[in-house]
Nanobody
Framework: QVQLVESGGGLVQAGGSLRLSCAVS??????MGWFRQAPGKEREFVAA????????YYADSVKGRFTIARDNAMNTVYLQMNSLKPEDTAVYSC????????????????WGQGTQVTVSS
């Protein structure tokens, strides 16, 4: 059973930065994604990275501000978030799976519990 544990969330002012981490039990032989869900809104794709390659994917709303990276030796995936905006406020969750469409949450089999990110104006 694969377990994912996120950390690194918190409260930050607009324009600030946070780095989220997703620790994965076992080896990361999976595509990894970050998704977020704000109160009253549907879960949305944020970023993804392929297993075995450097291919990355980003939502248009975060492109140029967020960076996803993986450290297979540490079994950890990171989401570096810069120039944060109040609209980035949400619970951020990481996910693992072998998917043909990394932007689609239904392609992922394993999910973490999420970490809250709050950006104040």
């Amino acid at each position: 059973q694969v377990q994912l544990v996120e950390s690194g969330g918190g409260l930050v002012q607009a324009g600030g930065s946070l780095r989220l981490s997703c620790a994965v039990s076992g080896r990361i032989f999976y595509d990894m994604g970050w998704f977020r869900q704000a109160p009253g809104k549907e879960r949305e794709f944020v970023a993804a990275i392929r297993w075995g390659s450097t291919s990355t994917y980003y939502a248009d709303s975060v492109k140029g501000r967020f960076t996803i990276a993986r450290d297979n030796a540490m079994n950890t995936v990171y989401l570096q978030m810069n120039s944060l905006k109040p609209e980035d406020t949400a619970v951020y969750s990481c996910a693992a799976g072998r998917t043909s469409l990394p932007t689609n949450p239904y392609g992922y089999n394993y999910w973490g519990q999420g970490t809250q990110v709050t950006v104040s104006s």
